[in-house]
């Protein structure tokens, strides 16, 4: 954990990356349903790096407990991890999605040409 963050702080930074990732993931899978599969993946890109900033604190925690150092555990504290698991969950859902529209797109076009001829 940056030695720079007391506590409060980096639990805070936690949950606000998280819920840029959530916001993210979600602008993807819209950008991807309307068929606009490189911006999507695009800002599935911005979300993984909110993520990584994220959870390179949460590792940072785990460190210093290995370490001997004990972690306070508060409720802000636990809800910032539902806030980092829950968007790295949505982040690997959404993955799929954009993957499943794109082949949705290509087969669409593929029909399409199929029809034109």
Known sequence: MSEELNLEEAIFTIIASAGEA????????????????GEAKARYAEA???LHAAHKIQTGFIQQESGGNPV???????HAQDHLMTAISEKALTEKIINLHAKVADL?????????K
Do not use: H, P, Q, Y
């Open 22 to 37: 959530r916001g993210k993931v979600f602008e993807a899978m819209s950008l991807a349903e309307a068929g606009k599969i």
């Open 48 to 50: 993984d790096t909110e």
């Open 72 to 78: 306070e555990i508060s409720m802000l504290f636990l």
């Open 108 to 116: 669409d076009a593929r029909l399409r040409a199929l029809e034109g």
